[in-house]
């Protein structure tokens, strides 16, 4: 009769069984739908809920799907390119914020996150008025088309990695720094050598920040892409205002994949033993 | 740190690329959308133009959004679904945030991961996969079959009427929850987890109950967290557009929905500009609101 008379510690909060049957519930809720949808896109049914077999044959499907094709390998073209121009951008922003003191610093700082704070949708109609307005070439071969997706995509994810870099940065020790200097390293030499080392996990970290968040970003492409340019978002999106099919659903679950894949590539960067804070 | 006038060449490669970048394709973006928020539509050889807008600083754009019942009834919608949107957030992520505070310490940062993981799959993918979780043929109305016929209840009143839990509020709002739910989490197990545990220990010792600790102890001091996780789940909820979208149909219509109908469908651009500056004020305000509380506490303290 131990189990049951045990006398429960009153601050142990996680061991209630009551507590952890929420936590395991909310758990359950917040995956089900993601792990049922990847799990249906192996039923070998078109309509039905119910299991029908294993088939990859919607996988076959989405992979004939030249127009999926096409908008997936849009989505990892743009994520690619910017991945290198956000983590250039958000790594030069992270060093000066980390490095000097300047006038009107903190307003500065609200202005890096103003990207961040204001509502995705104004930013994806700010970026469609912008470029009617101003006359950006359409029409550009491939993947020069892409183009205005990319810059609108640049401009709100280099903040995020300004953010991560900075914070790797927090725990610089000035004083190596410094030592570089004082033993004739020129600036450049001190970055490469002494900075850049010690920056990598966070650029890293921020790099992959940066991929995922071109990958997923739906509101905004979906205001800067034209029938030309179809992210892969975009693409689901159109299929989805038809229909609930399990060729989306396969789709889904490739996306679905790579994110996590870069999720856990993010986890083992900036897991402390791996992060060389020597 | 080191002034910016020691190292001035270092300085400026450093600010200009980020500068310039977020003042030409955001800042500037932005403002052509104020612009036209105090815009019309041009009239050209005395007919009303689809496609040229002309800034004449009229105000009739925000008169509109605020003063034509069509949108009031809109935006308060807005509110309201945000609003209890967040306040669900908060009722489940509590529970949740506080598990994962009071867990041991290995467990802690696997816990944490598997609630913000979901954070990571695409919005999208995410508020897709709940139609097929409410839709009249979707595993809800399956499972309640399921129980219905298990129970014999169709034979009593007949075969099973599958509920509609799509394109409506309940689905908006259930979606808005599912898929800001991490937002909610982050702050409150940072607060949470700084909470000193002997306050507790003490309120108990005194002769509190559990409840009055919690209501007394527990929730005052954890309140810059719920502040925090209310404004985190808030904002980007009465932004949202997808889940409304996708999840509203044609009768729960958000804010965002309006705007994008403006951009896309009506192309009405300098009404669209005037809501979606509307909002954006909205959001600066709550944060203002917040750095001003922020503020007072800490000069109190």
């Known amino acids: 009769m131990r189990g049951l008379r045990r006398r429960v510690d009153p601050l142990d909060y996680a061991g209630r069984v009551w507590m952890r049957t929420f936590f395991g519930m909310v758990f359950i809720l917040l995956y089900a739908p993601v792990v049922l949808m990847m799990a249906f896109s192996f039923n070998d049914s078109k309509r039905n809920i119910v299991w029908r077999g294993f088939t990859t044959k919607y996988y076959e499907k989405a992979w004939n799907n030249d127009g999926l094709i096409e908008a997936f390998i849009n989505s990892l073209t743009i994520a690619a390119i910017n991945t290198v121009v956000a983590t250039t951008l958000g790594a030069m922003v992270a060093l000066l914020l980390w490095r000097f003191r300047f006038p009107f610093k903190s307003a500065y700082e609200g202005f890096m996150a103003l990207p961040i704070v204001i509502p995705e949708i104004c930013m994806g109609v700010a970026m469609l008025a912008f470029f009617s307005r101003i006359g950006w070439p359409t029409g550009m071969p491939w993947p020069l088309n892409l183009s205005a997706i990319i810059v609108a995509h640049v401009a709100f994810s280099f903040p995020f990695v300004a953010i991560v870099v900075r914070a790797r940065m927090a725990g610089f020790n000035r004083e190596l720094e410094e030592a570089s200097r004082d033993l004739g390293a020129t600036e450049w030499q001190t970055f490469r050598h002494v900075i850049f080392p010690y920056m990598r996990p966070g650029l890293v970290a921020g790099a992959l920040l940066a991929f995922t968040l071109s990958l997923d970003d739906f509101v905004i492409t979906f205001f800067t892409s034209g029938p030309e340019t179809v992210t892969f978002p975009v693409k689901v999106y159109s299929m989805v205002r038809f229909s609930v099919t399990p060729e989306v659903n396969a789709a889904s679950t490739v996306l679905v994949v790579i994110t996590l894949i870069v999720a856990a590539l993010m986890l083992r960067v900036q897991r402390p033993d791996h992060a060389g804070a020597q | ?301």
Do not use: H
């Open chain 2, 1 to 301: 740190m080191e002034s910016f006038r020691k190292n001035q060449r270092v300085f400026w490669t450093l600010a200009s690329p980020g500068s310039f970048w977020l003042l030409f394709f955001f800042l500037v973006p932005l403002g052509i959308v104020w612009m036209l928020s105090f815009g019309e539509k041009a009239v050209i050889d005395g007919k009303i133009s689809i496609t040229e807008t002309e800034i004449t600083w009229t105000l009739a754009n925000y008169v509109r959004a605020l003063a034509d019942p069509v949108y009031l009834v809109i935006i308060w919608k807005s509110v309201w679904i945000s609003a209890l949107a967040t306040i669900l957030c908060l009722v489940i992520a509590y529970p949740v945030a506080f598990v994962i505070s009071f867990a041991s310490r290995r467990w802690q940062p696997w816990l944490l991961l598997a609630v913000i993981l979901p954070f990571w799959i695409n919005l999208l993918i995410r508020t897709y996969a709940l139609i097929a979780v409410f839709r009249t043929r979707g595993y809800v109305n399956f499972t309640l079959e399921w129980i219905y016929d298990a129970l014999w209840l169709d034979r009593l009143f007949g075969p099973f009427e599958p509920l509609e839990l799509l394109y409506n509020d309940f689905a908006v709002v259930a979606g808005l929850v599912y898929v800001f739910m991490p937002f909610m989490v982050l702050p409150l197990y940072a607060s949470i987890e700084r909470l000193d545990r002997s306050m507790l220990e003490a309120s108990l010792d005194l002769g509190a109950s559990q409840m009055a600790t919690f209501l007394r102890v527990t929730v005052p001091l954890t309140m810059p967290g719920i502040v925090s996780g209310l404004i985190l789940v808030f904002i980007p909820c009465l932004g949202s557009f997808l889940t409304a979208d996708l999840l509203g149909g044609t009768n729960a219509t958000m804010i965002g929905n309006v705007i994008e109908r403006q951009f896309k469908a009506a192309n009405d651009w300098p009404f669209g500009s005037a809501l979606s500056f509307l909002l954006m004020y909205v959001t600066f305000g709550i944060l203002a609101l917040r750095a001003l509380l922020t503020r007072d506490a800490e000069t109190r303290a």
